[in-house]
Nanobody, 117 residues
Framework: VQLQASGGGLVQAGDSLRLSCAAS????????MGWFRQAPGKDREFVAS????????GYADSVKGRFFISRDNAKNTVYLQMYSLKPEDTAVYYC???????????WGQGTQVTVSS
């Protein structure tokens, strides 16, 4: 599966953004999908995940209550709605697909989110 993330940009603290990740292929609905981010000089970190049917969702503590993940299997797309953005949310955001191995084996190219104070 190929993943294409989009929707990043430069915003001010307190603003909102919605990231999208479009997937190619007919097997998108089988995958648990995740969003990760990597800030300059830091390791990549987990942000949110959603299982294939959308019934199981998880968030990093740092984004709980501000970020919301969703998916539309008919459109082969997973979303990350981000509210109340903070400067510390500045990072490159990646979407990824988790295979049956339990590993996130497919990654998108990343989209930059920059939050100014």
């Amino acid at each position: 599966v190929q993943l294409q993330a989009s929707g990043g940009g430069l915003v001010q603290a307190g603003d909102s953004l919605r990231l999208s990740c479009a997937a190619s292929g007919r097997t998108f609905s089988k995958y648990t999908m995740g969003w990760f981010r990597q800030a300059p000089g830091k390791d990549r970190e987990f942000v949110a995940s959603i299982n294939s049917g959308g019934s199981r969702i998880g968030y990093a503590d740092s984004v709980k209550g501000r970020f919301f993940i969703s998916r539309d299997n008919a459109k082969n797309t997973v979303y990350l709605q981000m509210y109340s953005l903070k400067p510390e949310d500045t990072a490159v955001y990646y979407c990824a697909a988790q295979t049956s191995s339990g590993l996130y084996e497919y990654w998108g190219q990343g989209t930059q989110v920059t939050v100014s104070s």
